[in-house]
């Protein structure tokens, strides 16, 4: 399949595919049951595809859902009414999980929840279940909204990053020191994206204590293939990236000075806001960030809450999108077309629930919908080179109700979740995605498919 699938995305031009994507209402749609009385619907929070389905392998997707609860669903193409395979679910925690993340051998699961911490979950069939959490993280004072794996250390090294706006640098091996299995970070970055803020506390004039203004909570972290230790953080309140070598401290402490030990790492690249047009608005938060492969291999794809994908060079983050000469007319950024940005006047992204994801094979990316149950493709193969606005369209998809929140690509498919509890998997089929054109009425019973008005 994955051959084929190669083939076709390579002959045939890309929009046409995108057109394409069909999914079944029998065999494609797979419902995240709850476990609380007096609730039928568990809202999945995240998804991810392990790193085998991104390679064309067995199609395993883990669902993190509203109620602490992953669901590993087997996605395989399969016939009409046929029984879904039985899924394996892990109960890691009793809180909403808000990313989940497959190690880079696809032996452990990472989860970051409400609820403070980061569970480090092994699916092994040997292991009995209530035993399968194997490491607890805490060193966060909030939610905890983004993990990341590092690639060259398989299931020992990762990175958190939280609502309270730091981020974690964590060594499982130190977890086999450690008495219950909780692991302290080896690495802390607090306030990672406004490092000169003052504490968000004040005092009126009679000296009472009053909230201050929230910090940046990081929303995303993505490791790179341009530095061994190279980690880009988006956050809450803007479109600046910065971009962190995350090594790991030296052990050494006879060779670490006192003001050395006081000091947090600085990031090594910093971009400017492109959501913010030149000054001529004010910025908007990053829901996700996204790392480009082959075609676009040296980008960073970043889903605002404006709306639009933002577009940036690595490793330096120069931002591309945000720059048009009608901003010195006064013209209205919501109408304006930018050459490098993603957008549709359809898709609304003003929420921090809905993300992005890129496709394996790096000349496709697929957003979520804060409404409507919508979800859009974007055709991106030639990002960072100067489009017309006819290229920068999406095609839409539509086949559930309320937000499209997480979704995640494997080879030659992609799963959307959404708040009617559903997680729907859209395939390219030119054959069926012609006959639900030509027969909309008739084909609806069985089918949704991708719109292009």
């Not at 399968?132 to 939610?143: D, F, M, V």
């Not at 640098?169 to 008495?179: A, I, P, T, Y």
């Not at 006047?345 to 979520?368: D, I, Q």
């Amino acid at each position: 399949m994955r051959n084929a699938f190669l083939i076709y995305s390579t002959l045939v031009p890309s929009r046409p595919i995108l057109q394409s994507f069909v999914s079944s209402n029998k065999s494609n749609v797979f419902r995240c049951h709850s476990d609380n009385v007096g609730s039928f619907v568990n809202i999945p929070y995240a998804c991810s595809y392990s790193n085998a389905a991104k390679r064309g392998d067995r199609p395993l997707l883990a669902v993190a859902t509203e109620q602490g609860s992953v669901d590993i669903m087997d996605t395989s193409k399969r016939d009409d009414w046929d029984f879904e395979p039985q899924r394996i679910t892990v109960q890691p925690h009793a809180n909403g999980i808000f990313d989940v993340k497959w190690s880079p051998s696809d032996t452990l699961l990472a989860t970051a929840s409400g609820d403070h911490s980061i569970r480090i979950t092994t699916l092994s069939p040997s292991v009995p279940s209530q035993e399968r959490t194997l490491h607890t993280l805490r060193g966060h004072e909030g939610t905890v909204k983004t993990v990341a794996w590092g690639p060259s250390h398989d299931g020992d090294i990762l990175c958190t990053g939280g609502r309270d706006g730091g981020i974690c640098l964590w060594d499982l091996r130190v977890g086999e020191r450690s008495v219950g299995g909780e692991v302290p970070p080896v690495l802390s970055i607090p306030k990672a994206h406004d490092l000169e803020r003052k504490p968000a506390r004040s005092r009126t004039s009679r000296g009472k204590v009053v909230a201050g203004t929230p910090l940046p909570g990081i929303t995303h972290l993505l490791y790179t293939d341009t530095h061994p230790h190279g980690v880009v953080s988006s956050c809450s309140s803007d479109g600046v990236l910065n971009f962190w070598d995350l090594r790991l401290p030296s052990t050494n402490t006879r060779t670490r000075s006192k003001k050395t030990a006081k000091q947090h790492p600085k990031p090594l690249f910093t971009s400017v806001d492109p959501t913010a047009y030149g000054g001529s608005r004010r910025g908007r938060g990053i829901t996700t960030l996204a790392h480009g492969t082959g075609p676009t291999a040296s980008l960073v794809f970043a889903l605002g809450i404006d709306s639009r994908v933002h577009t940036y060079s690595l490793p330096s983050l120069d931002a591309l999108s945000g720059y048009m000469p009608s901003i010195a007319t006064g013209a209205d950024v919501a109408e304006m077309e930018d050459p490098h940005a993603f957008y549709d006047p359809r898709m609304k992204t003003n929420s921090f629930y809905v993300r992005m994801a890129a496709s394996p094979c790096g000349r496709w990316l697929a957003c979520g919908g804060a409404v409507d149950g919508k979800a859009y493709l974007y055709d991106v193969s030639a990002a960072g080179r100067t489009r017309s606005a006819s290229g920068v369209r999406g095609v839409e998809l539509k086949g559930q109700t309320g937000e499209v929140g997480a979704v995640d690509w494997a080879d030659g498919m992609l799963a959307t979740c959404a708040d009617d509890g559903t997680v729907r998997v859209w395939r390219p089929d030119m054959d069926v995605s012609r006959q639900c054109r030509d027969d909309p009425e008739e084909m609806k019973w069985n089918w949704a498919w991708s719109t292009d008005v």
